[in-house]
């Protein structure tokens, strides 16, 4: 989960392999690397709301499932929120 102390359009910027992002429960993105030939960095716009934001990451891929995933503002910079991790 993600608090932020206000709304926020930007975008989560995705590395690794072939996922689903869902965010407060909705599809944002669907990255299928075995399909299709993709960006190693794909930028995927958000909406978060003000206060607590569940972020999840479904890895397809078990063996090697790292990633990275960065929050940002519409304009590339780094989103500020408090962070909690849940597994």
Not at 47 to 56: E, H, P, W
Not at 66 to 77: K, N, P, S, V, W
Request: glycine share 8%.
């Amino acid at each position: 989960h993600v608090e932020l102390p206000a709304d926020l359009k930007g975008v989560l910027s995705y590395t690794g392999p072939s996922a689903r992002l869902l965010v407060n429960r909705a599809l944002v993105g669907i990255i299928d690397r075995t399909a299709e030939r993709l960006d190693p960095e794909l930028r995927l716009p958000v909406t978060l709301r003000k206060g607590s934001n569940r972020i999840l990451v479904k890895v397809a891929d078990g063996r090697s499932g790292r990633f990275t995933l960065r929050i940002q503002d519409a304009a590339g910079r780094a989103a500020r929120f408090t962070a909690s991790q849940t597994v």
